[in-house]
Each structure stands twice: as structure tokens, then as C-alpha cells.
């Protein structure tokens, strides 16, 4: 520890110690310090407190432990919870012509007259829905040949290629194994146990692969099909997210619409995979998506999700106690109210509401703390998450606020959040894919069924006539 010689209290700082320069110099060095400290620990806290709720993260990656309920944005209808009045309601209702009758009688005597001998005055009926026990059914197809009496020619029927083999499945059962697999995620592992236990046929994982691979080749001009239908689509919701193939991080592409839904897997998130798909480059219509730079390299008609953006702003509130965010919140659920009753930027509310809105990011701006250089860090300055998100709401305020301005824009992707989200629900249940082609083979079929669910198509059905290589159109 330096020592001082100190004579009196004017007395300066002999040279066995450091002077009041040195120490002043050294507390503003400490203090600056300790500012970039607090600050990178409030980043890490903040960021170890996001989750599916104040972020883009999805749920599957909330872990074990279950975040707290998030803060609904809702107001409150006042209606009691359950059904409300005037609700039909679902119940079991007899059937009028059951498939199989059984009577019960009574049994015993009574004064010495055996009671199973006398005539009913009236049921009480009671009825059991269930089903017949499962059996496979083994139907053997004969193509016989004839030879022609006057001249010896044989004629022989012509054998359909779904009979090419001595022994094969059934299109009904290669239909029931891809809707388990597919359409249920149920893992193959399960899926053949289950094939085994239910039905009484046993077969390989490599079967039911092969099962799923065929389907899929059924499929690919329905895919074809479905491309062409969004490209030309006035409103398409985009969005992408991450899937694990043969051990590496590939990525799942979502294009959907109210009747449509097309996925592709690809190596790549962003501009090169936007290219390979052959969708994005030539649509021209209203594109919705989060705010991936990417999709700006396309001339389509921008709309950025809200509901992205709320989430960021209910972690800039909650986790960075920022009251803006607080405001803007406010402000953006005031103006999808607004639209939602049917008013129009010409109406003074949602004037008054622009303006408070544009008025409360210039003023967050000016608060928050300006893009720097970091000491030792060489490339763009550096902006934090705070100014990074105000910066964004700023230069891409059209593409937020487009639902305002234009009638028929959603207020967020939830369209295609929700169908991508089933491609994270593979991942969950089975882990990853072993390999790309096992990935384009769900893609493709889960778009089918995901086409067909939205126009009001069983799916068991619909799987059916792509196994007879009958699918239905785009």
C-alpha cells in the first residue's frame, strides 16, 4: 500500500506516492468501469429472463421450468368463463338403429313362475359406443390368363403397380402409418409397436421409411401445385425456424395463406435459401414476416408482425424498466382496437394516436444513450438493445403501422407462427431429422395435410387417395 508523507493539510504528495492527478484519473477509470459493468450485467440478467413471452423465442425453448403466465394484453369481456348462453354443446346421443341389440332379462322365479319366460312390458335402453376388434384383412388379387381356343394367343390382365410385389401393404394402412407419423408426430420406434399391438401387423422402421418416402414422391407435383398458388397469392405470411438434420442446424421455411401451406427445408435462414425456394423472389403481393433483414432484399409489399414487436416491448418494460415501452404498448393495442371497430386514419382518434406514437419514440430516442465504440472492437458501433429496437421502430414505422393505413393487413404473423410451429413439435418429440431427405419428405407431406386441414379435408382421407396416387389438387 503507497505511503504518504503528510505535514499538514496544504502539504502536497511527496514521491513515494502517486499524486492527486494519478488518483483522480485512476476514480474515473474505476467509474467508468464499473458503469460498463452494471450495464453488461443488466444485459445478461435481462437476457437470461427472456422467454417465449417477452421474446421471439419459441416455447419449446422455455425449458423445464415453466415461465410465469405472461400479462394478457386483453381487456376483459366480462363474460363468465365455459360455454355461454345459446352454445349448442356436444354430448353422446343415442343412435336410433344400433348395430347389435342384447337384451337383459330378468332372472330367478317369482311365486313359482321362472322370470325369463315372461314377456317384457318395456326396456330401459342403455347404449355403448366402441370399436370391433382390429384385424388385418388379407385380400388376394388373381390375374388369370386365357388362351384363345381358334388361335392359341394368351391374353393375360395387366397388373396395376400397387400390386407390383408377390406381398405388399395396403393403401389404407400406408395412409393410417403417415398420418400417425405426420400428421401426430408419433415417433417410428412407437409408431411400429403401435401398428403391432392395434392392427396385428408387424413391420420394420425401415418399412414405415419407406412407406413415408413413397407418399412423399405421390406428393410432388402437389407441392409444385401449391408453390405456383402462393406466388400468386395477395397476402402470404413468411417465417422460419431452426431444425436440427443429421446433427446440424438447418432451418424450416413457412409460406402460408388462409387455404395454403408450403414448407422447405433448407441449409441456410436467410437471402440464399429465400432464393433456392423459388417463392419469395417472384411474389408480388403483401408479404408478413418478423424483421429478418432478408426479406427487405425483395420487392413484395412489407408488413411487419405486431406481435413480435409486443413481446420486445413487454421485455423492455418488464426486464429493462423502460416506461415507453410501457406507452407504446398501450398505444399500439389502442390502435389495433381501433381498427378492429372499423375506423380509419382519417378518423381523429387514430390521428391523435399516430401522433402520440410517433411523439413517444422521437422522445425514447433522445433519452437513450447513442450508438459508441467499444474499446478494442473494430466494425459498426455498437447500439445495445434498447436503441437497437427504438432505431427499428423508427426506420420501419410504414411497415408496423401498414395494418393502420390498409385495410386486409393483420396486425401479426400468427398465421404462420402457428404452422411452423408443428414442425417444432417434430423436433420435440423425435429430437431431429436423420436426414435432409427424411426432412423433405415431412415438409412436403406436412404441407399437404396442412392444406387440406385448412380447406375443411380430413386428413386421414385426403392421406388415403395420395396412397391410391389419387391426391387431391392445389
Same mark, same amino acid.
Given at each position: ?26 476514480? &474515473?477509470?474505476?467509474?467508468? %468501469? ?14 437470461? #429472463?427472456? #422467454? ?61 313362475? #321362472? ?25 388376394? =388379387? ?36 403417415? #398420418? ?37 414422391? &405421390? ?21 422460419? &425456424? ?46 408478413? =414476416? ?7 432484399? *425483395? ?7 405486431? $406481435? ?10 418488464? %426486464? ?9 404498448? $398501450? ?5 389495433? &382496437? ?25 422522445? $425514447? ?37 401498414? *395494418? ?28 431431429? *431429422? ?32 395420395? $396412397? ?7
Amino acid at each position: 500500500m503507497a505511503k504518504f508523507l503528510v505535514r499538514d493539510s496544504t502539504e502536497k504528495f511527496t514521491d513515494f506516492a502517486p499524486g492527486p492527478d494519478y488518483l483522480f484519473g485512476l476514480i &474515473t477509470e474505476l467509474k467508468e %468501469e464499473n458503469n460498463r459493468l452494471r450495464e453488461e450485467n443488466a444485459a445478461l440478467r435481462a437476457q437470461l #429472463n427472456q #422467454n417465449s413471452s417477452n421474446s421471439s423465442r419459441p416455447p419449446s425453448s422455455d425449458g423445464p421450468r415453466k415461465p410465469p403466465a405472461p400479462k394478457s394484453l386483453r381487456k376483459k369481456s366480462g363474460k363468465k368463463s365455459g360455454g355461454q348462453p345459446g352454445h349448442a354443446g356436444m354430448n353422446l346421443k343415442p343412435v336410433e338403429k344400433p348395430d347389435i341389440v342384447v337384451p337383459h332379462l330378468p332372472t330367478g322365479s317369482c311365486c313359482g313362475i #321362472n322370470l325369463s319366460s315372461l314377456k317384457p312390458e318395456s326396456f330401459e335402453n342403455r347404449q355403448v359406443i366402441d370399436i370391433p376388434p382390429v384385424a388385418p384383412i388379407v385380400t388376394e =388379387h388373381q390375374y388369370g390368363k386365357v388362351i384363345c381356343p381358334k388361335c392359341g394367343k394368351i391374353h393375360s390382365q395387366s397388373i396395376p403397380a400397387e400390386h407390383s410385389q408377390l406381398v405388399q401393404y395396403g393403401s389404407r394402412l400406408i395412409a393410417l402409418v403417415t #398420418n400417425l407419423n405426420i400428421f401426430h408426430h408419433m415417433p417410428i420406434d412407437r409408431l411400429t409397436g403401435f401398428i403391432k399391438s392395434f392392427v396385428g401387423v408387424s413391420m420394420s422402421e425401415g418399412t414405415v421409411v419407406n412407406m413415408i418416402r413413397r407418399m412423399s414422391r &405421390t406428393l410432388e407435383e402437389f407441392e409444385e401445385q401449391v408453390r405456383e398458388k402462393i406466388i400468386l397469392s395477395i397476402l402470404v405470411h413468411f417465417d422460419e &425456424t431452426g431444425a436440427r438434420i443429421a446433427g446440424k442446424l438447418n432451418w424450416i421455411h413457412s409460406h402460408s395463406t388462409s387455404s395454403e401451406t408450403l414448407y422447405i427445408p433448407h441449409a441456410k435462414r436467410g437471402g440464399v435459401a429465400m432464393l433456392a425456394n423459388g417463392i419469395i423472389e417472384r411474389f408480388k403481393g403483401i408479404g408478413v =414476416h418478423d424483421c429478418l433483414k432478408s426479406y427487405f432484399r *425483395f420487392a413484395f409489399i412489407h408488413v411487419l408482425c405486431c $406481435a413480435h414487436l409486443l413481446r420486445e416491448l413487454i421485455f423492455m418494460r418488464d %426486464e429493462m424498466k423502460k416506461r415507453w415501452a410501457g406507452r407504446l404498448i $398501450a398505444i399500439l393495442i389502442a390502435l389495433k &382496437t381501433a381498427r378492429e371497430k372499423g375506423l380509419t386514419t382519417e378518423d381523429k382518434r387514430i390521428q391523435i394516436l399516430l401522433g402520440r406514437w410517433d411523439a413517444e419514440v422521437v422522445r $425514447a430516442l433522445q433519452g437513450t444513450k447513442k450508438a459508441y465504440r467499444r474499446a478494442g472492437i473494430r466494425g459498426r458501433l455498437y447500439r445495445g438493445k434498447v436503441r437497437a429496437l427504438l432505431e427499428r421502430i423508427r426506420d420501419y414505422r410504414g411497415d408496423f403501422l401498414r *395494418f393502420v393505413y390498409e385495410d386486409g393487413v393483420p396486425f401479426d404473423n400468427n398465421l404462420s407462427e402457428r404452422d411452423i410451429r408443428m414442425a417444432k413439435l417434430k423436433q420435440k418429440v423425435s429430437g431431429c *431429422f436423420r436426414s435432409f431427405r427424411g426432412a423433405v419428405d415431412f415438409c412436403r407431406i406436412r404441407s399437404y395435410l396442412s392444406t387440406m386441414v385448412k380447406r375443411g379435408n380430413d386428413p386421414m382421407e385426403a392421406l388415403l387417395l395420395a $396412397a391410391q396416387g389419387r391426391p387431391l389438387e392445389a
